[in-house]
């Protein structure tokens, strides 16, 4: 059974700090690139940043110079630095793997964690 589990969200006020963690287990083919998506209410899910298995890293605009995203060396664990949280920053966040071999992939999903930033 595939599981991704996300912990580390909660509440905190601006200019603070929280740390992500989702760790993928039950995933049968390689694990390719590893992410984090948020979505805040009435707004769609949109990419916060990602982390491939060299470890390329991609981040949105709105991210760049607070968030760093990791992963270990297993590469089933990613992880989510966020430093400098704005209220805008607040939404639920998912965790992202794509898997897979040549051009047969497939993307899971975790079940979210909420990340509330006061102003």
């Known amino acids: 059974q595939v599981q991704l589990v996300e912990s580390g969200g909660g509440l905190v006020q601006a200019g603070g700090s929280l740390r992500l963690s989702c760790i993928a287990s039950?995933?049968?083919?390689?694990?390719?690139?590893m992410g984090w998506y948020r979505q805040a209410p009435g707004k769609q899910r949109e990419l916060v940043a990602t982390i491939s298995r060299g470890g390329d890293t991609n981040y949105a605009d709105s991210v760049k110079g607070r968030f760093t995203i990791s992963r270990d060396n297993a590469g089933n664990t990613v992880y989510l630095q966020m430093n400098s949280l704005k209220p805008e920053d607040t939404a639920v966040y998912y965790c992202?793997?794509?898997?897979?071999?040549?051009?047969?992939?497939?993307?899971?999903w975790g079940q979210g964690t909420q990340v509330s930033v006061s102003s």
């Open positions: 992202n793997a794509n898997a897979g071999i040549v051009s047969i992939t497939s993307n899971y």
């Open positions: 039950g995933i049968f083919f390689p694990i390719n690139v």
